[in-house]
């Protein structure tokens, strides 16, 4: 029996070591853990949103295919996310990080847990979401 597939954006965002190594390994992992790839934005240099740091960060978006559930494509990110190297997210305060891999949409679901909302909530009001997505979706 074949399984549902489930159309989701996930932003990818890095400004910790080799951010395009990052980057890379972490798009090779999404491709082997959850599914396959339909479009990817660009990457972008940006300043750090929401805190002071030194580092600029490299962000994209991209649309993948999946026949994961909202949570199980967060347990597979958070995975990742912790395979490349990621420490403990925090809840109160935004701090430099390896990789992050945040899922902005997943078809036309709207659904709030204590561990997931859908759609992020604050990916219209970040423009290294907001521009990569909108790249997408010009693109498509």
């Known amino acids: 029996m074949i399984k549902d597939t489930h159309t989701v954006y996930l932003a990818l965002g890095t400004n910790l ?5 990052n980057l ?3 798009i090779a992992k999404i491709a082997e853990k959850i599914g396959i790839f339909s479009a990817v934005s660009s990457v972008y240099e940006t300043e750090a949103w929401g805190y002071s740091s030194e ?10 295919e999946t026949t994961l559930q909202p949570l199980e494509l967060l347990e597979v990110t958070q995975a990742i996310e912790k395979k ?4 403990e997210k925090t809840k109160t305060t935004y ?5 992050d891999i945040d899922i902005l949409l997943y078809d036309d679901l709207k659904y ?3 561990k997931l909302t859908i759609p992020h909530p604050h990916y219209r009001e970040r423009p290294f979401v907001w521009e990569p997505l909108q790249e997408i979706f010009c693109i498509l």
């Open 17 to 21: 070591g080799d951010k395009n190594v």
């Open 24 to 26: 890379l390994i972490a």
């Open 55 to 64: 580092n600029t960060f490299l962000n994209m978006v991209v649309k993948v």
């Open 84 to 87: 490349i190297g990621r420490t």
């Open 95 to 99: 701090q430099d990080r390896i990789i």
């Open 112 to 114: 709030q847990s204590e």
